[in-house]
């Protein structure tokens, strides 16, 4: 059944969904959380698979079409392919993409691009094994350039898409190297600006190796070009002009995206989100398991994106970090 599109009170139409299946994580991450973890929500608090596709259902009739599937890390959810599956069977469903940090991936990659997963975002920080272990606190590099193998002999219908935090005083040492990954010609690497949104509350402006900055350290060696920017895209995309590769840049920070934002998140305990940077939730996970039908949430969700962000405020004086971390939103 069609409803209504969903648009925000300054006009933007949503479609784009950010869906965060589990908060943990098999990795601690400096620039994310401690070296202990964090306390996790218990099984209880996190939606079902039947609740996670029903509101994925409702959101799809009204215009919300693209989900992304996120954490956390997704792939520690036991048995995601069959939620995968479940989403799959919503009609109206366009694009199906995943956000992993890759360990788990060289298992499931097969299962989810069956599945139905229509691309991937895969975290790699850097390609040095000793480095990604001090940044990730675990060893796990050679895991994850076997599942970005696999995933790349599987195949999958849209691009892989390798994701880098990037760090001052950290990434500039990965930048060539990265950009040498990506002229490989498989993989788009795209460098992430660090955003306010760690457990350690450390961020600071200063630590932030602007998108800027590492293009004209690759544009140096290897010149770029770029190409056109997608509607509500959130990175600004190059490809080499050798034509060996593309290479994005995702910068919240020092380029925010935010005017023609058609994005919204759920958590994994049932809380909409109406911007990254939200100061409030919207408890839909409540309502939910309290017998309210589709009409009602579909009342709850509009007014919550009624009041949707114009753009977050973390450059600006005042910019108050969210309570919820990046682990428990997802990204
Ligand atoms: S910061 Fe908020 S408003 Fe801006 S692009 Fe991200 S989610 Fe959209």
Known sequence: MARDSLRDGHGRLIEDLRLSVTDRCNLRCAYCMPAEGLPWLAREEVLSFEELARVVALLAQMGVVDVRLTGGEPLVRRDLPVLVAMLRRIGELRELSLTTNGLLLERDAPALVAAGVDRFNVSLDSVDRERYAELTRRDALPRVMCGLRRLAEVGCPGPIKVNAVALRGYTEREVLPLAEFARQGRFEVRFIEFMPLDADRAWQRERVLTGAEV??????????????????????????????GRIGFVNPVSEPFCGDCNRIRLTADGHLRTCLFSLNETDLRTPLRAGADDDELEQIVRAAVWRKELKHRVDEPGFIQPERTMSAIGG
């Open 215 to 244: 293009r004209a350290a690759i544009d140096a060696v290897h010149p770029l070009v770029e190409e056109p920017r997608e509607p509500s895209a959130t990175a600004r995309t190059f490809r080499f002009a050798d034509g060996r």
